[in-house]
């Protein structure tokens, strides 16, 4: 059972990236999905998480508005676009399962399963 995601790099503010989690050994299909951000020196921010039918979104009030999450339960994958990138953005990037199956603002992502391997988002000009 693993999560990996992917799609970071560096951008310029005003960017965007499409960030992906990607599911090996089990259906992503039966579980909502968190992403988590980690910046050095920072405590974990939970971002964005997605019902596992994609029918339920909730977003981070730092990232409402400029990041969109989706799901493709056939590709076993979830999306993060991230629009409008700013510096304070730069992190790096997780996924994991919400166990709280990502039912409120206040509690998304507080009981999550294993964090996936990371991807860096560098926002720099």
């Known amino acids: 059972v693993q999560l990996q995601a992917s799609g970071g790099g560096l951008v310029q503010p005003g960017g965007s990236l499409r960030l992906s989690c990607a599911a090996s050994g089990f259906t992503l299909g039966h579980y909502a999905i968190v992403w988590f951000r980690q910046a050095p020196g920072k405590e974990r921010e939970r971002v964005s998480c997605i019902s596992s039918s994609g029918g339920r979104t909730l977003y981070a009030d730092s990232v409402k508005g400029r990041f969109s999450i989706s799901r493709d339960n056939a590709k076993n994958t979830v999306y993060l676009q991230m629009n409008s990138l700013k510096p304070d953005d730069t992190a790096v990037y997780y996924c994991?399962?919400?166990?709280?199956?990502?039912?409120?603002?206040?509690?998304?992502?507080?009981?999550?399963?294993?964090w996936g391997q990371g991807t860096q988002v560098t926002v720099s000009s």
């Open positions: 994991a399962t919400d166990l709280t199956h990502c039912t409120y603002g206040s509690t998304f992502g507080t009981d999550s399963g294993p």
